[in-house]
Structure formats: structure tokens, C-alpha cells
């Protein structure tokens, strides 16, 4: 009894040092700040939150259905009467709040439909060229580990479309963030579990940062 009780201790402890340093996606979205010019258009591939102000007018009311938390933030921002989030009924009126002035980053998404469109491709490899083709952005960010979901979307095949696409084709990888966890074992995203919250060096999915070649 003394030493489970140990260890979970030991591991609340962990889990709170998680839990206050900065995840593999800010870390990410650090890295691109201080290297990546701000009027370069960056890719996501797999990824529906990255934390980079984006230009104000990207920022739509759509947004805050499609993407992720850190997209509907800025978008309350600019918005300050909005009064639904994630399926809440009613939300309290925000106070007036002047939008980020700062220049935002041009960050082009796969939607959705681009990536249903690409895993059930014939071939995977080509429909994720024909997509990233037309976004036309000299960066591109994939997610390689992300949490495999129990749902209908497979996150870890789609993740490795994207992956083999920008391999094959010879991006350069010029930055990773690693989360700690053995390679290409799902992130632990922000549940966390009992043996993994000793392993991982910070919670989120492995992040590989591409430059295009010849860029």
C-alpha cells in the first residue's frame, strides 16, 4: 500500500510539471516565431491548432467549429459578444476587446474534407501533393505522433500521409519537437496515463517543422 501510494505521488508530481511547461505545439509555434519570416505562408497538414496569431482577416466565425482552442480565442477576441462555444447554450458577454494588431501569420489549413479526400485516395501520396500543391507554402508542419482516436477519423493514418508525402518529395526537415515518448508511440495529448506521464518530456504530439525544397 506504502509504495502505490508513492507513486502516485510521484506521478501527480509529474503530471503537474506537465502540465506547467509549455506543450510540444507552443514550442513549435515558439521555433516558427523566432526563425520563420512572418509574411511566409506556413502549411498545416494534420494540425487544426497551432498557437500563432493568424491575420485578422482569417480569423472567421467558422473557425470556432472547425479548429481548435487557441483559434477561438482569437476569434473572441475581435468578436467580444460572442455567445457560444463548443455547444454551451449561452455564454456571458465578453467585455470590449481591441483584436491581436500585431501582423498575424498566413497559416493555411487541410480542412477536413481535404483529409478524408487524401486518406481515401487510391494513391495517399499523390492527392496530399495535389493539396499541398495548392496551398503553394514555402512551410510545412505535420504533427507525427497525435493521440490515435477511438473514433471514425484515423489520425495516425492521415498523419502518415502527410509524413511520407513531404519525405518522398524532399522537404527539408528543418526543425523537431520532440515529446519524450518512444518513436511513433501516440502523444498522451492532455490525458494523461499512468506510465506515460513518467516518459514524456512534455505533453502533445511529436511536431516536425518542413521547409520546401529548394526554398
Not at 498575424?104 to 500543391?133: F, H, S, W
Request: hydrophobic share 45%; net charge neutral; charged share 20%.
Amino acid at each position: 500500500a506504502g509504495a502505490a501510494v508513492v507513486a502516485c505521488v510521484l506521478a501527480a508530481a509529474q503530471a503537474t510539471r506537465l502540465r506547467a511547461r509549455p506543450d510540444t505545439l507552443t514550442e513549435a509555434a515558439t521555433w516558427i516565431d523566432a526563425n520563420v519570416a512572418r509574411d511566409a505562408p506556413i502549411h498545416l497538414t494534420n494540425l487544426r491548432s497551432l498557437p500563432l496569431f493568424m491575420r485578422p482577416g482569417d480569423v472567421t466565425p467558422e473557425m470556432v467549429w472547425a479548429n481548435g482552442p487557441w483559434e477561438i480565442y482569437q476569434w473572441a477576441l475581435g468578436h467580444p459578444k460572442f455567445r457560444r462555444v463548443r455547444g454551451e447554450r449561452t455564454h456571458p458577454n465578453r467585455p470590449t476587446i481591441e483584436g491581436p494588431t500585431r501582423l498575424g501569420r498566413d497559416l493555411v489549413y487541410a480542412t477536413p474534407a481535404d483529409q478524408y479526400r487524401m486518406l481515401l485516395a487510391e494513391n495517399r501520396i499523390e492527392k496530399a501533393r495535389a493539396i499541398l500543391a495548392e496551398a503553394d507554402t514555402p512551410f510545412s508542419v505535420v504533427a507525427t505522433s497525435p493521440a490515435a482516436t477511438a473514433g471514425p477519423v484515423p489520425t495516425l493514418e492521415i498523419a502518415a500521409g502527410w509524413h511520407g508525402l513531404l519525405v518522398r518529395d524532399g522537404w527539408e526537415l528543418v526543425h523537431i519537437v520532440e515529446n519524450g515518448l518512444p518513436s511513433g508511440e501516440p502523444a498522451i495529448e492532455y490525458r494523461l496515463h499512468f506510465v506515460n506521464v513518467f516518459r514524456a518530456r512534455a505533453l502533445g504530439p511529436d511536431v516536425e517543422i518542413y521547409a520546401a525544397p529548394g526554398g
